[in-house]
């Protein structure tokens, strides 16, 4: 018979699996909630109103500061949560096996569940935006460039997506997927510039937090949506992107080809 | 159909296939019968392109397993231990979704869906999520997914486990129809009584290997032939009934009030006129064929 395969059937795999998902996050409306609203507005909330008098910034505006950070922080933990929990599930529910038994593309199981993440992450970012106009932020920046900065965050989403990929096609249960996707990410992405100037860590957090991509990505978003040049922010963090993307994303499907429990 | 030749696989050095012989016939049922731990599921995992073995060969209508994967998953279905089905989903949705990762187009694939649904009586709850089906019902609709790729070669893991009777017998019928399409079957069960009811063709496996293989009925012979009980009225006519009885069979065993011989079961007749005669009265009578419990616990030396 003849191998369907190629782009064309890839993408076609890949859009029936993206559909399914989708589904899934419109039916599961507990989790949408729970990710995608209740816990960015609480951050929101909590930071603006509960640290924001404590935490002084350059420039003297927590709130212009804190959104993009919020911003960029609720994506990964949403597309972390989200993809390796949701893989780990598949896997131990044997829905994995019978993908793999198909003669589809493997790949596409992975990136159509991604990309409805991307989805999911674009959701987020529209409520934390009414929340953080609420509070008080702004965008001064041209409408090119706050274009720009959303494109470039859910990108970066998506870049992560593919460690959370990976982490969850490790993991034996989404209990263990949901404990490992975290346990990294929530050190990194507070230990950057996102809530705390990185001038007052000390030294070797400090050389961490300077160089982490979370850093550049957040420093690229206040510029562009304040009117600033982000300067090396902006391709610090595109480079990051690719970098994480190419690397897990050959990971995540080598895994997937290869596991065998 | 499928064939299996000298397969190996160790886990960590835990050897779960050692050496493993199997041959299907095409259009046929097969059953894999051993207890936890035989290396059923790994044989099962083989073949469907899930895990690659050590070594051996196992090919599936013609086609190597390891070298071309893609063109046997073309061929089969896979119904595995655990339900594969998405809660979330309807039946239809189900059905459909994993038509179309086979490949089939949107028309055809809701056409063999609504098909299969009607065919596993899922016709009236297919528009419900599949989250809501009892444990019966969902495990017809996985049968039902594991057929969307119309498949020459089926393999169903453990098709029946923790299910209640009612719904074994409903999907054991729904299995037995398969043959008629032209499906190969191979299937996995702890269940004697799932492998003689369904296989015509059942291979015993313990650790990793074939140690008998034969229809339901070469097994049971293997455990020996028919018995005769008889319950005497007056256990001290034993010896009496013990003598009378050993004309039929070798050693007749007692055992409180019964007294148990092999016998050919058209002798039974002449049996009882003897015990008449030689005025033994008995309050009960039975002939006991060996089932496939006997069979396997004869095979694996009881420890199961």
């Known amino acids: 018979m003849n191998r369907l395969t190629g782009p064309r059937w890839w993408l076609r795999d890949a859009w029936l699996m993206a559909g399914r998902n989708s589904r899934r996050i419109v039916r599961a409306p507990g989790l949408l909630l729970m990710y995608a609203l209740i816990q960015p507005v609480v951050f929101i909330l909590l930071f603006a109103y509960v640290f924001g008098g404590a935490i002084k910034v350059p420039g003297g505006d927590y709130v212009q500061a804190l959104i993009p950070a919020v911003f960029v922080q609720m994506i990964l933990f949403s597309s972390i949560g989200a993809v390796a929990v949701g893989l780990a599930e598949d896997m131990s529910r044997g829905v994995m096996d019978r993908f793999r038994s198909l003669p589809m593309t493997r790949s596409s199981v992975l990136l159509g569940r991604i990309a409805s993440e991307v989805l999911r992450s674009a959701i987020t970012l529209a409520v ?51 404990g490992l996707g975290l346990v990294w990410v929530l050190p990194f992405t507070f230990v950057s510039s996102a809530f705390v100037p990185t001038a007052t860590m000390p030294g070797p957090v400090r050389a961490f937090a300077d160089h982490s991509p979370v850093t550049a990505m957040i420093d690229t978003l206040r510029a562009w949506f304040s009117g600033r040049d982000a300067g090396d922010a902006a391709l610090v963090t595109a480079v990051w992107t690719l970098a994480l993307t190419a690397v897990f994303m050959t990971l995540a499907v080598l895994r997937l080809r290869r596991t065998s429990s | 159909m499928i064939r299996v030749e000298n397969l190996r696989k160790a886990y960590r050095g835990v050897v779960a296939l050692d050496g493993l012989d199997l041959d299907v016939a095409e259009g046929s049922i097969a059953a894999l019968l051993g207890p936890n731990g035989a290396g059923k599921s790994t044989l099962i995992r083989i073949l469907a392109t899930l895990l690659r073995p050590d070594s051996g060969r196992a090919e599936v209508g013609g086609r190597s397993v390891t070298a071309q994967p893609y063109q046997v998953r073309a061929l089969i279905g896979l119904t595995g231990q655990f339900t594969a089905v998405d809660d979330l989903l309807t039946g239809h949705e189900n059905l459909v979704l994993v038509g179309r990762l086979y490949r089939l187009s949107g028309k055809e694939a809701h056409r063999l869906a609504d098909e299969l649904l009607g065919a596993f009586e899922l016709g009236g709850v297919a528009g419900r999520r599949a989250g809501t089906y009892s444990g019966g019902m969902r495990r017809r609709l996985d049968l039902a997914a594991g057929l969307m790729t119309r498949p020459r070669a089926l393999f169903l893991d453990e098709p029946t486990t923790g299910l209640d009777p009612r719904s074994r017998r409903t999907l054991w019928s729904a299995i037995r129809r398969l043959p008629e399409q032209g499906t190969t079957i191979l299937l996995t069960t702890q269940y004697l009584e799932e492998a003689d009811r369904l296989a015509s063709a059942v291979t015993v496996i313990d650790r990793g290997r074939a140690i008998a293989t034969g229809t339901p009925e070469q097994l049971k012979a293997r455990a020996g032939g028919a018995r005769a009980e008889v319950v005497l009225a007056d256990p001290r006519q034993a010896p009496t009934a013990t003598e009378v009885m050993s004309r039929y069979g070798a050693r007749p065993t007692l055992e409180g009030e019964t007294v148990t011989v092999p016998v050919a079961e058209s002798a039974l007749p002449d049996l009882l006129r003897d015990l008449d005669t030689a005025g033994v009265p008995i309050t009960g009578l039975a002939l006991r064929r060996p089932t496939l419990d006997d069979a396997f616990l004869a095979l694996t030396g009881g420890d199961s």
Do not use: N, T
């Not at chain 1, 953080?132 to 001064?140: I, N, S």
């Not at chain 1, 959303?150 to 989403?157: I, N, P, R, Y």
């Open chain 1, 128 to 178: 934390m935006l009414g929340c953080g106009l609420l509070v008080g932020f702004r965008f001064h920046g041209s409408p090119g460039l706050i274009a720009a900065g959303f494109g470039l965050l859910l990108a970066f989403g998506f870049a992560f997506s593919w460690v959370a990929a990976w982490i969850g096609l490790m993991a034996r249960s989404g209990e263990a997927a949901q």
